[in-house]
């Protein structure tokens, strides 16, 4: 794109969520980072228009962000996983002594 040239972003969202932005492209042809202010955690679409240019959407997914001092949920494996693989680890070790 020329530089000059008026982008348009537009955010869609839920509930009828909409937010324009605008940015001008410099020598190079490029733009942004356009602020787009705080999002509520959901699903969006953003789609950038210009002149002469299709318009070219992409989805975003918004997820929220865990506050300070929030607890995290760590992926563990089960009693079972821990046996199967304890099972697992012990045959491997008796494999490898048997050719060594």
């Known amino acids: 794109m020329p530089a000059g040239t008026t982008v348009t972003i537009t955010i869609t969202g839920p509930n009828g ?17 356009v602020p787009a202010g705080t999002l509520p955690a959901d699903d ?4 950038t ?5 299709a318009p070219v959407a992409q989805t975003l997914a918004v997820r ?3 506050g300070a001092g929030a607890v ?3 992926p563990t494996l089960g009693t079972w996983a821990l046996g199967l693989l304890g099972l697992l680890l ?3 070790a008796g494999w ?3 050719f060594q």
Do not use: M
Not at 44 to 47: G, H, L, S
Not at 49 to 53: R, S
């Open 72 to 74: 995290q949920a760590v």
């Open 49 to 53: 228009t210009a002149a002469g240019v």
């Open 96 to 98: 490898r002594r048997r």
């Open 44 to 47: 969006y679409t953003v789609t």
């Open 64 to 66: 929220a962000a865990a």
């Open 17 to 33: 969520f909409t937010r324009t932005l605008t940015a001008t492209t410099d020598g190079a042809g490029a733009y942004g980072p």
């Open 90 to 92: 012990a045959g491997v």
